[in-house]
């Protein structure tokens, strides 16, 4: 039995969804191939004398780019059994026979499973929420570190890689494509096998490590003792964590510990300065809570990230100024990727967004080719500021171009359509930044596509703009 598993995207990083389930079927005996069409070229020659192909898919962008890939592979060979694993992997499940088999959630019994019984194999879309054992996941095999996203800090470039200390989340954030498979659960991987993969990448050279749990602070005395130990073993590894707003304001207190244990800095999610839309989506905090949390950061020594969901159905061009002017009084510009400005709601297959009262409104239907729901701007303004800047933020990341450019050209127009004065772009220090600036819950670019053979589209303003 060989079984071949493929990445599309993860964020830049080395793909914990390779290595993590290939120490699980080794362990069980099953010979694995793998490939990252990120950064490795796609060539159907890697089929040859492959009895099934699995498509790792943790994140929308890795879902857009598998599924083409998979109907090749169905094409040139209609009897190799396909499966989908990951958090998406029931995304779509009604409108395509692409896949055999689907693995959501803690995928990897379910994938040792189905390679030890893989002609019997049939769709499962039901999420698996066990508690698996997790073996130190296997990254021998994989493109070297040296190809992916780096570290970008006080003027070096530095070797950088990914790990997960837990799945799920205790949260039900109304956007977040968490909530449907785990519906509040978290499932930790075990400080063991945490332990082992980050020793293993301090022995690659790996000095900074990127942990990509949903968030850090879920099992706060759990993390906490994996970041102490990793500290004592590894005293030079920095780190970077997502935590939500609440939790950074709940734990105030750790935030100088954190830093002290070479925590650089934190992603949290702030979404919007609109309360009315964090309300929506159940956020459980507001913007003032946002400063606080840039405050707290800022006086423990820990440089905060914040990522942002400007477009809904209901926004208008000022509420994106005002994101901006939250961005300026706060000195976030150098902490901001582009693609943030410009990220529009996606609501895939069982988001809790689609029968919400105020959301529901809005839909228009299904569309399976972006596997999400389709909706209209309200505002013909909007829709044509977002169609701009998602052009500006793509060109951009396509040619790498530098980031304060791209913003400066970003904020210009939301100047333009907002009527709201800005000003020149106040570019703050450089902040610790890793080199992908590309997103999970964008849409892919032109090049990422075409690395897949996907001709990628950005959003038409006809199917955007509606009434005003």
Not at 272 to 295: C, F, P, Q, W, Y
Not at 375 to 388: E, I, M, R, V
Not at 439 to 467: K, N
Request: proline fraction near 8%; include cysteine; charge should be negative.
């Amino acid at each position: 039995m060989r079984m071949l598993l493929v990445s599309t995207y993860e964020l830049g990083r080395q793909p914990i969804h390779l290595a993590s389930p290939v120490a699980a079927l080794s362990a069980a005996g099953i010979d694995v191939d793998t490939i990252d069409v990120a950064v490795e070229t796609w060539d159907p020659a890697r089929l040859d004398k492959v009895d099934a192909v699995a498509f790792s898919v943790p994140m929308h962008t890795a879902m857009r780019l598998a599924v083409p890939i998979a109907e090749t592979v169905r094409e040139l060979d209609p009897g190799l059994p396909i499966a989908f694993y990951g958090l998406y992997a029931g995304v779509g499940a009604d409108g395509s026979d692409v896949a055999d088999t689907r693995l959501v959630g803690e995928y990897e019994p379910g994938l040792v499973a189905w390679a030890r019984s893989i002609r019997d194999s049939g769709v499962l879309t039901a999420p698996d929420r066990g508690r698996p054992r997790f073996h130190r996941p296997e990254r021998s095999g994989l493109p070297s570190h040296d190809v992916y996203a780096r570290l970008e800090w006080e003027g070096e470039a530095r070797r950088a890689a990914a790990v997960e200390a837990s799945h799920g989340c205790r949260h039900r954030c109304r956007h977040c494509p968490v909530p449907s498979v785990y519906d509040g659960r978290l499932r930790v991987v075990g400080a063991d096998s945490v332990l082992a993969d980050i020793d293993q990448l301090a022995g690659d050279a790996v000095t900074h490590v990127t942990f990509g749990d949903p968030d850090f602070l879920n099992a706060p005395r759990y993390s906490l003792d994996i970041l102490r130990a990793a500290h004592s073993a590894h005293p030079d590894l920095t780190y970077d964590i997502t935590v939500k707003v609440e939790h950074i304001l709940d734990h105030e207190p750790i935030w100088p510990e954190m830093a002290s244990l070479g925590v650089l800095f934190v992603v949290s999610a702030f979404e919007t300065t609109d309360e009315r839309t964090l309300g929506i989506l159940d956020k459980g905090h507001n913007a003032t809570g946002m400063s606080r949390a840039v405050s707290i950061m800022r006086s423990a020594g820990v440089h905060i990230r914040p990522t942002w969901l400007p477009f809904f159905p209901w926004t208008s061009p000022e509420e994106i100024a005002d994101i901006a002017l939250f961005i300026d009084r706060h000195g976030l510009w150098s902490a901001t990727d582009p693609v943030q400005l410009a990220i529009r709601l996606l609501i895939p297959d069982g988001s809790l967004l689609v029968e919400h009262p105020e959301v529901t409104p809005h839909l228009s239907g299904y569309d399976p080719t972006t596997l999400t729901w389709s909706w209209p701007f309200q505002n013909a303004t909007t829709a044509q500021l977002h169609g701009d800047l998602d052009s500006i933020a793509a060109e951009a990341s396509d040619c790498g171009a530098e980031a304060e450019d791209t913003l400066t050209l970003m904020r210009s127009r939301i100047e333009e359509a907002s009527g709201v004065r800005l000003g020149p772009l106040p570019w703050s220090p450089p902040a610790p930044r890793l080199t992908e600036s590309w997103f999970c819950c964008a849409e892919p670019t032109a090049g990422q596509g075409a690395a897949v053979g996907l001709s990628i589209g950005r959003v038409p303003l006809a199917s955007t703009t509606g009434s005003g």
